[in-house]
């Protein structure tokens, strides 16, 4: 086992022994808020290649470039162009990774409960925290993770398959904590970029070319200096408009803010 999925491994430990405390001294099992372990997350994400620390069962930089990558192509055809939409970008997809991360503890920790076995697309959380970010495949392939499918009977409806011997079906318990685990260090992910963008947070493009970075396995802070590079090279590159280029092969001066041809 690499030193990575070893670290990993013991994210997760110490992901389930918050959860237990959690349980028994408040009686609550919301995602986890724990600063000893967000602090272990965020060391694993800065020292560690970022898509061998992701190697829980999901691969968040994916779901985040995909829909960074929507959110930058609806941005620059907007006014405002280069900023997403509200409930979108890095902190929407914050938001949507801890629903996300809420509703497998839900199935680790009581899969008999009847509301649990049906996800409404249309209830508020659903439409306030993952609709903005994630499109129809990802929402049926993040939620069939946890054993979710799309009802054939019922649209907009999300039903729980139940266990079936030869694969497929509801995931196991350890699955389930693995995938708990997983959708929080994507929160911290979400979060430790959000920092690293500064006052770039919230454009899309920056946001998206970030990601790209931590793809090549950058870390946080090397992956937005790149981003600057890359984005500043575009800049660069971008061609004069019509406009400037006939300016340059005419003999038209500029007068008064107005164009004259020279006699």
């Known amino acids: 086992m690499s030193v990575c999925r070893q670290r990993a491994g013991d994210l997760v430990a110490a992901y389930s022994r918050s959860l237990e405390q959690q349980i028994v001294g408040r009686g609550s099992n919301l995602a986890c808020r724990d600063e000893e372990v967000w602090t272990q997350a965020e060391g694993l994400l800065r020292d560690a290649d970022a898509q ?11 779901v985040m470039a995909e829909s960074l990558a929507a959110a930058a192509a609806a941005a620059g055809g907007a006014a405002g162009a280069g900023r997403v939409r509200t409930g979108g ?40 925290f993952i609709k903005p970010v994630l499109s129809m495949p990802q929402v049926e392939k993040l939620f ?32 389930l904590l693995c995938l708990s685990c997983a959708f929080f260090l994507a929160r911290r992910e979400c979060r430790l970029l959000r920092a690293a963008l ?9 946001e998206l070319s970030v990601v790209r970075e931590r793809q090549r396995g950058h870390g946080p802070q090397a992956a937005m200096d790149n981003a600057k590079k890359s984005l500043a090279s575009d800049q660069l590159m971008q061609p004069y408009d019509g406009e400037a280029e006939v300016d340059l092969y005419t003999d ?12």
């Open 144 to 175: 069939g993770l946890l054993g979710y499918q799309a009802s054939s009977s019922r649209s907009e409806q999300l039903r729980l398959q139940a266990p079936a011997g030869g694969g497929g079906g509801a995931a196991s318990p350890s699955d």
């Open 198 to 206: 500064g006052k770039r947070e919230g454009d899309a493009q920056w």
């Open 52 to 62: 061998e620390a992701h190697c829980l069962g999901l691969d968040p930089l994916r």
């Open 89 to 128: 970008g890095l902190q929407g997809l914050e938001k949507a990774f801890e629903v996300l991360e809420q509703a497998a503890l839900n199935l680790y920790l009581g899969p008999w409960r009847d509301e649990y076995k049906v996800v409404k697309m249309y209830s508020g959380m659903f439409t306030h």
């Open 252 to 263: 038209q001066h500029v007068k008064g803010g107005q164009r004259e041809a020279a006699l």
